[in-house]
């Protein structure tokens, strides 16, 4: 999802042992941004059984999606659960780039707001660090009274290091920082997912089992085709429980235990 809705960043392996939570959930979220054609909401609801759309707002403190406000207009038209997720760089501060996206995401009561915090593979020196990330998510919270949930990958989420140049959040996440108390979205591509070890405790409330080119896996689904009606490409996510639970999660703005 680096940026534009994209798979997450191919990671090392850790050598912690891969947990095993049950791959049970609802298959009816999926993360899009501009890149992303969408040509009916409608029949994405009813046909491709989809009852919640996560959709990029904005990157760093000064990128908007240009496709964000009309796409939510459109989605809760129809029915659609919304969502909105901010991809984090370095360039600006936590603190500002929070207000970028509180700006552009206009969250009401019922929008699930969302950290993107991952490699930025394009630009991985402009890479969102652990004080940056923790800095967001207390404005988000001082400013609507919710925290955020966090989008991230395991190892990056344990300090683990990326590419050549051998860039990393700055440490692991500690089940103490506020990043740890925000719900997690996990980006693990795997046939069963990892949890980070700040949310060893607690699992994970979506995870994101399968890129928007469905190649190369599928989580418990494995190589099947993903494809949504009415969108030409987006990444699919499993809710840990059932449409009643989801209903709640989101009404409660991420914040729903």
Not at 10 to 24: F, G, M, Q, Y
Not at 31 to 54: C, E
Request: charged share 15%; aromatic share 10%.
């Amino acid at each position: 999802m680096t940026g534009c809705a994209e798979r997450p960043s191919r990671l090392p392996a850790t050598v912690r042992p891969v947990t095993s939570p049950s791959a049970a959930g609802l298959d009816a979220v999926i993360d899009v941004s501009h890149t992303s054609q969408v040509s009916d909401f409608s029949q994405m609801r009813n046909a491709g059984g989809i009852l919640a759309v996560i959709h990029k707002a904005t990157e760093g403190g000064d990128w908007l999606d240009p496709a964000y406000a009309v796409r939510r207009a459109d989605a809760e038209a129809t029915g659609l659960l919304w969502g909105a997720y901010h991809f984090g760089t370095h360039q600006y501060s936590g603190a500002q780039q929070a207000a970028t996206f509180l700006a552009a995401a206009q969250p009401g009561p019922t929008t699930l707001m969302a950290l993107d915090l991952e490699p930025n593979e394009r630009r991985p020196s402009n890479t969102m660090d652990i004080g940056q990330a923790e800095e967001f998510v207390q404005t988000v919270y001082q400013s609507t009274g919710r925290l955020p949930i966090i989008y991230t990958h395991p190892t990056w989420a344990n300090g683990g290091v990326y590419g050549r140049a051998r860039i990393s959040l700055g440490g692991a996440i500690s089940p103490q920082s506020i990043l740890a108390s925000c719900a997690l979205w996990l980006a693990d591509y795997r046939m069963e997912p990892e949890l980070p070890l700040a949310w060893a405790g607690r699992g994970w409330r979506l995870w994101q089992y399968a890129g928007d080119d469905y190649q190369g896996g599928g989580g418990p689904f494995g190589p099947l085709s993903r494809a949504v009606a009415g969108v030409d490409r987006c990444d699919r996510n499993l809710f840990a429980g059932d449409a009643t639970a989801l209903y709640q999660f989101w009404s409660g703005g991420g914040n729903a235990v």
